[in-house]
Nanobody, 119 residues
C-alpha cells in the first residue's frame, strides 16, 4: 500500500517559518521524482516545488522561490519543505505528491497538512 504522510503544519505568524515533512512507504521512493503541492478550498492545486529522484535537481514556483527549500533523504524515505518568510497567501493544505511538476496530477497524494499564516 502506497502511503504518504505529511506532518509539520500549523498556525504561524507572517514572517515565520515552518518545516513540513513527508514519510513515504509502500513504493520505491528513491526512484520517484517528488513534489509539494498546495491547495485552498474552492481552487485547484498549485504546484509548489519538485525534487528529482536522486535529489540533484530542484525547482520552485515563482511565488515561493527564495523562501521555500525542498530536500529528501532517500535512505529514510522522507522529504521535507522548509518554509521561511511565510505570507498569508501561503495558507493552504500542503500535499506530498509523487511525480514532478509535469505529471504530479497523476501521482499519489498524501492526506495533507494544513498551514495557516495569520496574525
Amino acid at each position: 500500500e502506497v502511503q504518504l504522510a505529511e506532518s509539520g503544519g500549523g498556525l504561524v505568524q507572517p514572517g515565520g517559518s515552518l518545516r513540513l515533512s513527508c514519510a513515504a512507504s509502500g513504493f520505491n521512493f528513491r526512484t520517484y521524482d517528488m513534489s509539494w503541492v498546495r491547495q485552498v478550498p474552492g481552487k485547484g492545486p498549485e504546484w509548489v516545488s519538485e525534487i528529482s529522484a536522486g535529489g540533484g535537481v530542484t525547482n520552485y514556483a515563482d511565488s515561493v522561490k527564495g523562501r521555500f527549500f525542498i530536500a529528501r533523504d532517500n535512505a529514510k524515505n522522507t522529504m521535507s519543505l522548509e518554509m521561511d518568510s511565510l505570507r498569508p497567501e501561503d495558507t493552504a493544505e500542503y500535499y506530498c505528491v509523487t511525480g514532478g511538476r509535469m505529471d504530479y496530477m497523476a501521482g499519489y497524494w498524501g492526506q495533507g497538512t494544513q498551514v495557516t499564516v495569520s496574525s
